[in-house]
């Protein structure tokens, strides 16, 4: 079982930056062997795929709307998610939530993801 919580959401002018974290509370295994994602969702639209990270760390995944402005990264000593953000548009408002999933992950597919935080609201102003 993985609980989950999400912090550093705010708002910000078109172009600025916001970096969000992810902090987990694990039992039973390692942070390292969990499959982290970022996902969001406007209200009343389906939630999408932003990120994933797995591998221990050593493997990600963008989605292409992110690509090139988003960075996910976690510190395993920490138990901890992050994803730094920058470039930010209008159309990156939404709930961003984080999530994880032990053995099988496809974080495109958003397939495995049995454990999930409860958000933060990313506001972004053109």
């Excluded at 709930?95 to 935080?117: E, K, L, P, R, T």
Aim: a positive charge; hydrophobic letters at 35%; one cysteine or more.
């Amino acid at each position: 079982q993985v609980q989950l919580q999400e912090s550093g959401g705010g708002s910000v002018q078109s172009g600025g930056s916001l970096k969000l974290s992810c902090a987990a509370s694990v039992s039973g295994y390692p942070y390292s062997s969990y499959c982290m994602g970022w996902f969001r969702q406007v209200p009343g639209k389906v939630r999408e795929t932003v990120a994933g990270i797995f591998n221990s760390g050593v493997s990600t995944y963008y989605a292409d709307s992110v690509k090139g402005r988003f960075t996910i990264s976690q510190d395993n000593a920490k138990n901890t998610m992050y994803l730094q953000m920058t470039s930010l548009k209008p159309d990156d408002t939404a709930i961003y939530y984080c999530a994880a999933a032990f053995g099988y992950c496809d974080v495109a597919a958003m397939v495995g993801f049995g454990s999930w935080g409860r958000g933060t609201q990313v506001t972004v102003s053109s």
